[in-house]
């Protein structure tokens, strides 16, 4: 009940293309999804989050859609980017408590 | 704003041996966080302290790991013995608590420890 499914694992995408990452979870207490980016030899950072009042978030280039019933939601990287090459982790927690249950991660690459 | 600060950045020891990391939050956060990345995974919580009281510690192999947060402000995470399953990224990361959740957390670049 714990655990925050992500697929795929791996991803490439050509420049100028959409990449989509999902997520899944079955945990109905979780109230806060962020997406985090990790470059190889940092420490993540958000990316964007969502909450489950609304069912998309956008920010620039990245989208967040959530689909409360399925208990899904997804990330969404528009006019993909060689700099957007990364390994994204959703993740997830709840009321009272920032502890974040992470996915599995993607790791994204982006062609010229 | 400074980030998150932990040190050393790479650790490679002996299976048995001990290893401590250190890190220093982002000032004024109150919470604190220790998570261990193998290779390929995600995050995992070892332990989350408030100031500097432990809020969750569930995950933590107790039997040989440890850490403190003194004066509520830098921390040590010690592993001792280590086992080579240990080898890992030990990422230190810090919030502030100004709502009940969702509160941005803010990670260190990690500290890379390999058990050979």
């Known amino acids: 009940q714990q655990q925050v499914k992500q697929s795929p694992q791996s991803l490439i995408v050509q420049k100028g293309g959409i990449s989509i990452i999902n997520c899944a979870y079955e945990?109905?207490?979780?109230?806060?999804f962020p997406w985090y980016q990790q470059f190889p030899g940092k420490g993540p950072a958000l990316l964007i989050a969502?909450?489950?009042?609304?069912s998309e978030k956008k920010e620039g280039r990245f989208t967040i859609s959530f689909n409360k019933s399925a208990k899904q939601f997804s990330l969404h990287i528009m006019d993909s980017q060689p700099g957007d090459s990364a390994t994204y982790f959703c993740a997830a927690s709840y009321t009272g408590t920032d502890k974040l249950i992470f996915g599995t991660g993607t790791r994204l690459q982006v062609f010229p | 704003e400074a980030g998150v600060a932990q040190s050393p950045r790479y650790k490679i020891i002996e299976k048995r041996q001990s290893v401590a990391f250190w890190c220093n939050p982002i000032s004024g956060h109150a919470t604190l966080y220790w998570y261990q990345q193998i290779l390929g995974q995600g995050p995992k919580l070892l332990i989350q302290?408030?100031?500097?009281?432990?809020?969750?510690d569930s995950q933590l192999p107790k039997d040989r790991f440890s850490a403190e947060r003194l004066k509520g402000v830098d921390s040590t995470l010690k592993i001792q013995p280590a086992k080579l399953e240990d080898s890992a990224v030990y990422l230190c990361?810090?919030?502030?608590?100004?709502?009940?959740?969702?509160?941005?957390?803010?990670f260190g670049e990690g500290s890379w420890l390999t058990v050979v």
């Open positions: 969502i909450r489950p009042d609304v």
């Open positions: 990361a810090s919030s502030s608590r100004r709502q009940s959740s969702g509160n941005t957390i803010y």
């Open positions: 302290f408030q100031n500097n009281g432990v809020v969750d």
């Open positions: 945990n109905t207490a979780f109230d806060y």
